[in-house]
């Protein structure tokens, strides 16, 4: 194979790999919404925390929220919407 069939071939690779990086690839479509929480769990060493924050985004999947706390990677805690009386578990996946 000749240098100018490696560059072209190397240059399709590197497109297709631009182009998929550019696609959602999400399950579905995150929408942009704020809305009031609590979060509550069990720390690293068992002691109980309770706090407030928003959501930044929400999907069918999940959501990114903000709180003053830091969460671990599979941690599972209890978000609550404030004013609304369902309490779904979700797990943590902070990065």
């Not at 790999?17 to 999400?26: C, D, E, I, T």
């Not at 060493?45 to 407030?52: L, S, W």
């Not at 924050?53 to 209890?78: C, F, W, Y």
Request: include cysteine.
């Amino acid at each position: 194979m000749s240098y100018d069939e490696l560059f072209r071939k190397r240059c399709q690779a590197e497109a297709a790999l631009a182009s998929a990086q550019g696609k959602n690839l999400r399950q579905s479509e995150r929408v942009l919404l704020t809305l009031p929480i609590r979060i509550s769990g069990a720390e690293e060493y068992g002691k109980e925390f309770v706090e407030e924050g928003h959501t930044v985004d929400v999907s069918r999947q999940g959501a990114t929220i903000m709180v003053d706390r830091e969460l671990r990677p599979g941690q599972n805690i209890k978000i609550q919407r404030i004013g609304y009386s369902r309490k779904p578990w979700l797990r943590s996946s902070a990065k």
